[in-house]
């Protein structure tokens, strides 16, 4: 009697985390109708296009090589597409071991006093995770190595956001760094992640339980910060308290591997570039990106006082045209479409509402 109540018991424990499983990988998301904000063009194929970061007058930063032992920020102008992508050349790095491992995440600073553009690349060297510190000269168009930041908590960062000078935030993805124990982390639908905060002299944890933060941002004023939550598959909207500590206000389920925001600083929408299949953008890490596609997603997300209000597909492929897109930025008229480890599309902003 009770070895079949205990069965029937464990039964549905189980079914119920297969349910869980299927509904969380995705994969039943095969049939993908493609459609695009206007005609796209790829401006390069190789490498990806992780993270991008768009100054007011449209120059573009974007990390590529995630999976590469050595990667790059490379230089995208809105006003001038035709020029296509360049490479940065970075100046001053002799003394930096592993430099530029893994490029991933990018945010910048830009003193408001000198107009100074600091850029704070995120990088996976062996061990500890740490940020490199360049500036900007906008005439040479090249990077000067400016310093390193890291913190004994910096495990397994994935993004950041600048609130002021050498502060800010950033998240963590897992919580594990063992790659059998990121299994169960995965699998066992684990919520370690987390949201640091990093003061200039150290980091501590503002926001914790979190289903494996990916991208984060702020809104225009500051006064929000938007998390993607890649497990959870939802937007989590953060109040900024004065101590730099948060509090949720708002959470947005969306259905998708959400990977980095873009914040749009006039209307204060968001651009988030997602994966329809979560299941499919693990295996395609997995596989360090040559051989496999994975689906793209871009969402744009309308808010009202920073809230968000409207969420709207403006573009879905199945991956032939860019596979696995982490990053999306709206600018006059066009999108700007990256990718974990492949391509950089850009596409006509004719139909986003
Ligand atoms: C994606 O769609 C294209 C065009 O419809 C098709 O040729 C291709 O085989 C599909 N690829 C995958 C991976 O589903």
Known sequence: MYGKIIFLIL????????????SFLGYYKDVI??????????????????????????????????????????????NDPRHGVEDLPILGIDAVPNFMAHTH????????????VYLYVLTHPPGQDRIEVFQFDQT???????????????????????I??????????FWFKNPYLVYMEIYLFLKYGEVLFFDGMKARSVASSLHQPNGINVSPDKSLVYVAEFGGQQITVFKRNKDDSLDVI????????????????????????????????????????????????????KTSKGLI?????????????ISASTVATHFKGRILIGSVGSQLLLCDAKYID
């Open 309 to 321: 209000t409207d969420v709207i597909e403006v573009y879905r492929n199945n991956g032939t045209e």
């Open 11 to 22: 039964l549905a424990v189980l079914i119920q985390y297969l349910i869980r499983l299927w």
């Open 105 to 116: 995440g990018i945010s910048v600073w830009e003193q408001p006093e000198t107009g100074v």
């Open 250 to 301: 708002q959470t947005v389920p969306v259905d998708s591997g959400v990977d980095n925001i873009e914040v749009d600083p006039i209307s204060g929408d968001l651009w988030v570039g997602g994966h329809p299949s979560v299941g499919k953008a693990l295996e395609y890490d997995a596989n360090a990106g040559k051989n496999r596609t994975a689906p793209s997603q871009v969402l744009r997300m």
């Open 140 to 162: 040479k168009r090249e990077l000067k190595y400016f310093k390193s930041i890291t913190d004994p908590l910096f495990r397994s960062m994935n993004d950041l956001v600048l």
């Open 164 to 173: 002021d000078i050498d502060k800010f935030y950033i998240t963590q993805f």
């Open 33 to 78: 109708y493609h459609h695009a904000p206007g005609p796209c063009r790829t401006l390069y194929e190789e490498d990806g296009s992780e993270d991008l970061y768009v100054l007011k007058n449209g120059l573009a930063f974007i990390t590529s090589g995630y999976y590469l032992a050595k990667g790059k920020v490379k230089l995208f102008d809105f």
